[in-house]
């Protein structure tokens, strides 16, 4: 079974320029998750589409990040304009079903974003 | 607020030592929580999970946890660890649809 994929796997660009994230995730999994870690910290929930529906984006910054869904399969995760704060790894996750807090999320390998 | 907390943020150890890592949650009510782990090099995976049921987990490669729910704790085990568990090693609760993460703790095996 493939895994969840994630493009590209780096990315440096400088600040206030904008960036755009790609994710396809596990065949037939309902959820996607997008994750922000910054360095020493754990993953931090940016948005959960459950389908082509978001589900939860509480603590997407709205003002400059930008995400979708549109068929219900694969997502991007867009930053325009880019901060400094902003550099991090980048987690896509795919759950099966609801999304419901006791399900297992797979993860893919993550971009891994720097900002200048 | 929901929250869930690593107390070790590095620990070293020698192949054969066992191994326990701390986890405490805050939340009310019914939990789900989690143990995950990064290889270097390599994407999370999970370890094992608790939501119900006995309350010693039990996971792969030999890892194990015990929700004790009176300490809010969810700790991580293995009797005998080994290079290979040279990883890092997340928490994560939840109550609803969201998953929190505790900041992680990098574990070094020496050989």
């Known amino acids: 079974e493939a895994g969840v994929a994630q493009s590209p796997r780096y990315k440096i660009i400088e600040k206030r320029q904008s960036v755009a994230f790609w994710c396809n995730p596990i065949?037939?999994?309902?959820?996607l998750y997008w994750y922000q870690q910054i360095l020493g910290q754990g993953p931090k929930l940016l948005i959960q589409f459950q389908n082509n529906g978001v589900v939860d984006d509480s603590q997407l910054p709205k003002d400059r990040f930008s995400a979708e869904r549109l068929k219900g399969v694969d997502s991007t995760l867009k930053i325009q304009p880019a901060k400094l704060e902003d550099s991090a790894v980048y987690l896509c996750?795919?759950?099966?079903?609801?999304?419901?807090?006791?399900?297992?999320?797979?993860f893919g390998p993550g971009t891994r974003l720097l900002v200048l | 607020a929901q929250s869930v907390s690593q107390h070790n943020h590095h620990v070293i150890l020698s192949e054969a030592a066992s191994l326990e890592l701390g986890c405490n949650y805050s939340y009310g009510g019914t939990v789900n929580l989690f143990w995950y782990v990064q290889y270097p090099g390599q994407h999370l995976q999970l370890l094992l999970k608790y939501f119900s049921g006995d309350p010693l987990v039990k996971g792969i490669k030999g890892f194990e946890a015990e929700f004790i729910k009176s300490k809010f704790s969810f700790n991580l085990r293995k009797p005998s660890v080994q290079w290979s568990d040279t990883a890092e090693y997340f928490c994560a609760g939840g109550a609803t649809n969201k998953l929190i993460f505790g900041t992680g703790t990098l574990l070094a095996v020496q050989p």
């Open positions: 996750a795919s759950s099966l079903d609801l999304g419901g807090s006791g399900e297992t999320q797979y």
């Open positions: 065949s037939g999994h309902a959820t």
